[in-house]
């Protein structure tokens, strides 16, 4: 079975400072690794994915995330935060051969404060 | 190019009715997946639909059913509501695999 941990429900942090949203994962087999963010009352914006290739994955809105198969973790990174990225982050994994079964974590609330 | 629509946007059921849900993907996507999504958790896996066959299906009592039409939109069906089925009901579409685009989701309240 596949799962996906976020181990911080909320993480604060000041405008334009760096931001990191932890997610570790655990997987039979290579995993695909995603980045979503939810705004409040509406539906998944995909930011990111990890397919294979090159360990940083850059994405959507200045965000890049990390691939570390031996720490099984693949957290999400911003350089300088805006308040605009005030949101609900959720990281998923899928296995290959897995169809378009993700399993999600249980998603990290992100406040930038001015 | 329109994304994902899904309809209703919000709607109010009793515990023992039905209820049906719609969704159109993208143009040019041919799968459709649904996820239920309570309150303070993460998305789970109800269905897959690809080309009009189900290629996945969570772990969700047969209370739940879903269908692809010819033109890949796709309906998704609860029977004999329940109170915990109350959440929104996000339908995603792709091309077979890869990223899912999400629509804005359904809201039901189940009373």
């Known amino acids: 079975a596949q799962s996906v941990a976020q181990p911080e429900d909320q993480v604060n942090v000041a405008e334009g400072n760096p931001l990191t949203v932890k997610c570790t994962y655990s997987v039979s087999g290579n995993p695909y690794l995603f980045w979503y963010v939810q705004y409040p009352n509406r539906g998944l914006q995909f930011l990111l994915k990890y397919i294979t290739g090159d360990n940083l994955v850059k994405g959507s809105y200045g965000f890049e995330a990390e691939f570390n198969k031996s720490q099984t973790s693949f957290h999400l990174k911003k350089p300088s935060a805006l308040v605009s990225d005030s949101a609900l982050y959720f990281c998923?994994?899928?296995?290959?051969?897995?169809?378009?079964?993700?399993?999600f974590g249980t998603g990290t609330q992100l406040k930038v404060e001015l | 190019d329109a994304g994902v629509t899904q309809s209703p946007t919000h709607l109010i059921k009793t515990r023992g009715q039905q209820v049906t849900l719609r969704c159109s993907p993208i143009?040019?996507?041919?799968?459709v997946s649904w996820y239920q999504q309570v309150l303070g958790q993460g998305p789970q896996f109800i269905f897959q639909y690809y080309e009009k066959e189900e290629r996945g299906r969570g772990n969700f009592p047969d209370r739940f059913s879903a269908r692809q039409f010819p033109n890949y939109s796709s309906e998704l069906n609860v029977n004999a509501l329940l109170l915990g089925d109350s959440a929104l009901y996000l339908c995603?579409?792709?091309?077979?695999?890869?990223?899912?685009?999400f629509g804005e989701g359904s809201r039901l309240t189940v009373l």
């Open positions: 998923a994994v899928r296995v290959t051969g897995g169809g378009n079964k993700l399993t």
């Open positions: 143009s040019g996507h041919k799968s």
């Open positions: 995603a579409s792709s091309f077979v695999t890869g990223e899912l685009f």
